[in-house]
């Protein structure tokens, strides 16, 4: 989609454009942007299914995590993307 993009707006690859910058004037939103609103989506999708289908927030009681970093969690990533946003949340 970028080189497409690139090539309607007439920008070479050696013009040392960012993607950011080339998103800007065309008001085509980022992957990211949209990974964060589908994320978002579907964890009010969650919030709104009844607590004996779904076992959202709950961890494991034994066993241990993989070394290296640590992989974010379904929560956390929801927070995170709720605080890029700029949405408050109760707690």
Same mark, same amino acid.
């Given at each position: 989609m *970028? %080189?497409?993009?690139?090539?309607?707006?007439?920008?070479?690859? *050696?013009?040392?454009?960012? !993607? &950011?910058?080339?998103?800007?004037?065309?008001? #085509?939103? @980022? *992957?990211e942007d949209?990974?964060?609103?589908? !994320?978002?989506?579907? @964890?009010g999708?969650? *919030?709104? #299914?009844?607590?004996?289908?779904l076992?959202?927030y @709950?961890?494991?009681?034994s066993?241990?995590? &993989?070394?290296?970093?640590? %992989?974010?969690?379904?929560?956390?990533?929801? &927070?995170?993307?709720?605080?890029?946003?700029?949405?408050?949340?109760? @707690?």
């Amino acid at each position: 989609m *970028m %080189r497409h993009l690139r090539s309607i707006i007439r920008i070479i690859w *050696m013009d040392k454009v960012s !993607n &950011k910058d080339l998103l800007k004037p065309t008001g #085509v939103p @980022s *992957m990211e942007d949209l990974l964060i609103r589908k !994320n978002l989506w579907w @964890s009010g999708h969650l *919030m709104r #299914v009844s607590p004996d289908r779904l076992l959202l927030y @709950s961890q494991l009681s034994s066993g241990h995590r &993989k070394r290296g970093r640590l %992989r974010l969690r379904f929560k956390e990533t929801i &927070k995170r993307n709720l605080k890029l946003r700029d949405i408050k949340t109760d @707690s």
